[in-house]
């Protein structure tokens, strides 16, 4: 693991380059005991390094009962999938500067109290020395989305309201004549001169989802 070897989506060095050292089975994983019972969600910014292969694997795996829950690998390349276990709950996302989100949802599996083992890049299968991928923030919640990352640096933090900002210049603002629709919901728009403000919806703290339809 080399720390600030390239730069992450915050757009400082932050990105860290992890590589495998000989060849042979390779893991890169963290092992979380007391997790709450299914479904959970497992996601990690990640970047292609030496190839559209190499660091491509990741998993979920319930060390409690011994079994796979689900894992998948993807080409950095062609952003396809392909199912090792499971045949569905993965996604990947494009960010900037090459960076993917790539989000793992568990819907079963795991129950309350259990210990995962969560994967990312390397997963045991044999792999070559001196390749090796990219990697920003991993983070594993309750529930069957992704929230933006939380930093905790080593301790417990308690997340802001999330508060979305985003230039009408960027989308089909269509000079406000359209539909907001914020986790289900349709909900009036929130504006000022240049920008769209994206808030939860009453009573809650988050935003999963949103959708701008231009009429």
């Given at each position: 693991f080399?720390a600030?070897?390239?730069t992450?989506p915050?757009?400082t060095?932050?990105g860290?380059?992890?590589?495998?050292?000989?060849t042979?089975?390779?893991n890169?994983?963290?092992q979380?005991?007391g997790?709450?019972?299914?479904?959970?969600?497992?996601?990690?910014?990640?970047k292609?390094?030496s190839g559209?292969?190499?660091?491509?694997?990741?998993?979920?795996?319930?060390a409690?009962t011994?079994s796979?829950v689900?894992?998948?690998?993807?080409?950095?390349?062609?952003?396809?999938i392909?199912?090792g276990?499971?045949s569905s709950g993965?996604?990947?996302a494009?960010l900037s500067n090459g960076?993917?989100?790539?989000?793992?949802?568990?819907?079963?599996g795991?129950s309350?109290?259990?210990?995962?083992n969560?994967y990312?890049?390397y997963v045991g299968?044999s792999?070559?020395?001196?390749?090796?991928?990219y990697?920003w923030n991993?983070q594993?919640?309750a529930?069957?989305?992704?929230?933006s990352?939380?930093?905790?640096?080593?301790s417990?933090v308690?997340r802001?309201?999330?508060s979305?900002?985003?230039?009408?210049?960027d989308?089909p603002w269509?000079?406000?004549?359209g539909?907001?629709?914020v986790d289900?919901?349709?909900?009036?728009?929130?504006?000022d001169a240049t920008?769209l403000f994206?808030v939860?919806?009453?009573?809650?703290?988050?935003?999963?989802?949103?959708?701008w339809v231009?009429?």
């Amino acid at each position: 693991f080399t720390a600030g070897s390239t730069t992450g989506p915050d757009g400082t060095a932050s990105g860290t380059k992890v590589q495998v050292t000989a060849t042979g089975g390779a893991n890169a994983y963290r092992q979380i005991a007391g997790v709450p019972a299914a479904p959970i969600t497992f996601h990690m910014l990640v970047k292609k390094g030496s190839g559209a292969t190499d660091g491509n694997r990741f998993a979920i795996y319930n060390a409690s009962t011994g079994s796979d829950v689900l894992s998948i690998s993807i080409n950095y390349d062609t952003l396809a999938i392909a199912y090792g276990v499971g045949s569905s709950g993965a996604s990947i996302a494009q960010l900037s500067n090459g960076w993917l989100r790539v989000t793992l949802t568990a819907s079963s599996g795991i129950s309350a109290g259990n210990t995962i083992n969560v994967y990312t890049g390397y997963v045991g299968a044999s792999e070559t020395a001196s390749e090796y991928f990219y990697f920003w923030n991993w983070q594993v919640e309750a529930g069957s989305t992704a929230s933006s990352p939380i930093i905790t640096a080593g301790s417990t933090v308690t997340r802001a309201v999330d508060s979305i900002k985003i230039a009408k210049t960027d989308f089909p603002w269509n000079g406000g004549t359209g539909t907001l629709t914020v986790d289900g919901v349709v909900t009036t728009p929130t504006t000022d001169a240049t920008h769209l403000f994206v808030v939860p919806r009453s009573g809650q703290t988050h935003v999963s989802t949103f959708k701008w339809v231009p009429a």
